[in-house]
């Protein structure tokens, strides 16, 4: 029982007369609104279902937009969301929205592919996104469901290798950093084997004679014949060989300078193609500072083994077998008594060396010299980008549906709000250096509140017009408000 005197029974706090006003965050709606109606998405989606009910294209802006403001595609939460007759309103929606939303997804996921096509053609032929020189790249999504005949247990970019998972590829296009392609494929599908499927979907797509740029992951004797077979130029890393380590001790004072701590050798490999053994003198000293900082935490992990055996304590649980149905005799030796801390340390770092640190092999089918061959692997960081923005700035995972089709809707839904994003720092290069992250905050600060009059008089109220709604606006001053309830879109996106 409480003996604490109770004064209080309730906590009083002093907040305005209640009212049936909405607030809702509309920067990532005007946004995907301007995309859509710009690249001519609408149209398209709306053709993917009869003429009746919500409009797909209606619903999936409304996914897009939410998956944005919320960090994170979520059904159950735009479904709340849409209980609002006004939130509805706003988005161009009816009263059976919230039920045909679950639909869309599915429906969507299963015209994936020919969505993701639509978009790169238009890049193609109204922005005039060429496509010379496309990075490809795949990674993992885990999922919070049972493992299926589509969502596998695999490697686990996520380090999650407990949750099955579906595998992702991503295409984009050097120039303009845009994502012109999305494959998807089950968990357990490595990237040698997705490589295949990627490429397929950007062939047709592709000019004559353009490069592909890949990592060794995706590299073996049949994607590269594959690639020469229709005539493309690539560049991709190889994972070193005995025979790479064999050609740099004979040629160790060969190596050409290319400054700033670069250099490489050359090797004519088979069937024309170049292969550049590089050193990196960062990419060396990095290396050797893991083998540092690992050694250092070995002797003081020793350090406290040997004072828990000498002193007759049970060592820690890592370093002994706790299995109640093993019985076990573990004994430690420790040799290093000899030497002090950083001799044992110095000792430890060279026994760790292994005469690959700062060496890595680029390869390519074309005619380019060392520098051009590091320049175009080193710009690939643009895709390695784009899978960050995915997973931090709109956070697409984890994700808990099962079906094949409403997997490839969520993850479809996320490549459109990057691509959305993308769009911005295409066509703005002043906001190109902006991460997903800073592109979303200010996004989201941007407001719509709906004010219901005792009257029954709606008031729509615009507020904190951020410098990238301005920006998008195309004016200096403020946007207008849109003419009429539903329509947020911009009156004019930059072409």
């Given at each position: 029982?409480n003996?604490?005197?109770?004064r209080?029974?309730?906590?009083h706090?002093?907040?305005p007369?209640?009212?049936?006003?909405?607030t809702?965050?509309m920067?990532?709606k005007?946004?995907?609104?301007?995309?859509f109606?710009?690249?001519?998405?609408n149209?398209?989606?709306?053709?993917?279902?009869?003429?009746?009910?919500?409009k797909?294209?209606?619903?999936?802006?409304?996914?897009?937009?939410?998956?944005v403001d919320?960090t994170?595609?979520?059904?159950n939460?735009l479904?709340?969301?849409l209980?609002d007759?006004?939130?509805?309103?706003?988005?161009?929606l009816?009263?059976?929205?919230?039920?045909?939303?679950?639909?869309?997804?599915?429906r969507?996921?299963?015209?994936?592919?020919?969505?993701?096509r639509?978009?790169?053609?238009?890049?193609?032929?109204?922005?005039?996104?060429?496509?010379?020189t496309?990075?490809?790249?795949?990674?993992?999504?885990?999922?919070?469901?049972?493992q299926n005949?589509?969502v596998?247990i695999?490697?686990?970019?996520?380090?999650?290798?407990d949750r099955?998972q579906?595998t992702?590829?991503l295409?984009v296009?050097?120039?303009?950093?845009?994502p012109?392609?999305?494959?998807?494929m089950p968990?357990?599908?490595?990237?040698?084997?997705?490589?295949q499927e990627?490429?397929?979907q950007?062939?047709?797509l592709?000019?004559?004679d353009?490069?592909?740029?890949f990592?060794?992951?995706?590299?073996?004797k049949?994607?590269?014949?594959?690639?020469?077979r229709?005539e493309?130029?690539f560049?991709?890393?190889?994972?070193?060989n005995?025979?790479?380590?064999?050609?740099?001790r004979?040629?160790?004072k060969?190596?050409?300078?290319?400054?700033d701590?670069m250099?490489?050798?050359?090797?004519?490999?088979n069937?024309?193609?170049?292969?550049?053994?590089?050193r990196?003198?960062?990419?060396?000293?990095?290396?050797l500072q893991?083998?540092?900082a690992?050694?250092?935490?070995?002797y003081?992990?020793?350090?406290?083994?040997k004072?828990a055996?000498?002193g007759?304590r049970?060592?820690?649980?890592?370093?002994?077998?706790?299995n109640?149905f093993?019985?076990?005799?573990l004994s430690?030796?420790?040799?290093?008594?000899?030497?002090n801390?950083?001799e044992a340390i110095?000792?430890?770092?060279?026994?760790m060396?292994t005469g690959?640190?700062?060496?890595?092999?680029?390869?390519t089918n074309r005619?380019?010299t060392?520098?051009?061959?590091?320049k175009i692997?080193?710009?690939r960081?643009?895709?390695?980008?784009?899978?960050?923005?995915?997973?931090?700035?709109?956070d697409?995972?984890?994700?808990?549906c099962t079906?094949?089709?409403a997997i490839?809707?969520?993850?479809?839904i996320?490549?459109l709000?990057?691509?959305?994003?993308?769009?911005?720092r295409?066509?703005?290069?002043?906001?190109?250096?902006?991460?997903a992250?800073?592109?979303?905050t200010?996004?989201?600060?941007?407001?719509?509140?709906?004010?219901r009059r005792?009257?029954?008089?709606?008031r729509?109220?615009?507020s904190?017009?951020?410098?990238?709604i301005?920006?998008?606006?195309?004016?200096k001053?403020?946007?207008p408000v849109p003419?009429a309830?539903?329509?947020?879109?911009l009156?004019r996106f930059?072409?």
């Amino acid at each position: 029982m409480n003996d604490l005197p109770r004064r209080k029974s309730t906590i009083h706090a002093r907040v305005p007369a209640p009212n049936e006003n909405v607030t809702m965050s509309m920067g990532s709606k005007v946004l995907v609104d301007a995309v859509f109606a710009d690249v001519g998405l609408n149209d398209f989606l709306d053709g993917l279902k009869r003429d009746q009910g919500e409009k797909v294209s209606a619903e999936v802006k409304a996914l897009v937009a939410t998956s944005v403001d919320m960090t994170g595609v979520s059904v159950n939460r735009l479904d709340r969301m849409l209980d609002d007759d006004l939130v509805r309103k706003e988005y161009g929606l009816g009263n059976s929205a919230s039920r045909s939303i679950y639909r869309t997804v599915d429906r969507i996921g299963k015209s994936s592919d020919a969505i993701v096509r639509f978009l790169a053609e238009a890049l193609k032929t109204k922005y005039g996104v060429g496509m010379d020189t496309v990075f490809l790249d795949w990674t993992s999504m885990y999922f919070e469901a049972p493992q299926n005949v589509f969502v596998r247990i695999g490697y686990s970019r996520d380090h999650r290798p407990d949750r099955p998972q579906v595998t992702v590829g991503l295409s984009v296009d050097k120039a303009s950093g845009m994502p012109i392609g999305l494959t998807i494929m089950p968990g357990n599908v490595v990237d040698v084997t997705h490589f295949q499927e990627t490429f397929k979907q950007m062939r047709s797509l592709l000019p004559d004679d353009a490069m592909i740029v890949f990592d060794n992951g995706a590299y073996s004797k049949e994607n590269s014949a594959l690639l020469e077979r229709g005539e493309f130029g690539f560049v991709t890393l190889l994972q070193m060989n005995a025979s790479d380590d064999a050609f740099v001790r004979a040629h160790e004072k060969e190596f050409v300078d290319l400054g700033d701590g670069m250099s490489f050798l050359a090797v004519q490999g088979n069937l024309g193609r170049k292969r550049f053994i590089f050193r990196s003198e960062t990419l060396r000293s990095d290396a050797l500072q893991r083998y540092r900082a690992k050694a250092e935490r070995d002797y003081d992990d020793m350090v406290n083994l040997k004072a828990a055996v000498e002193g007759d304590r049970r060592p820690r649980k890592k370093y002994r077998t706790s299995n109640c149905f093993v019985d076990t005799h573990l004994s430690y030796r420790f040799p290093l008594d000899v030497m002090n801390r950083e001799e044992a340390i110095e000792h430890a770092v060279r026994s760790m060396f292994t005469g690959r640190e700062g060496l890595f092999v680029l390869l390519t089918n074309r005619s380019l010299t060392a520098s051009e061959t590091l320049k175009i692997y080193r710009s690939r960081n643009a895709v390695e980008t784009a899978f960050r923005d995915l997973k931090h700035g709109i956070d697409w995972r984890p994700a808990r549906c099962t079906s094949e089709d409403a997997i490839k809707g969520r993850i479809l839904i996320s490549f459109l709000a990057l691509f959305c994003m993308s769009m911005v720092r295409f066509l703005h290069p002043e906001l190109s250096r902006m991460t997903a992250e800073s592109l979303v905050t200010e996004l989201a600060s941007f407001s719509l509140t709906v004010e219901r009059r005792s009257n029954g008089v709606i008031r729509r109220i615009w507020s904190n017009f951020s410098p990238i709604i301005r920006y998008l606006g195309g004016r200096k001053r403020p946007l207008p408000v849109p003419s009429a309830p539903g329509q947020a879109v911009l009156d004019r996106f930059p072409g």
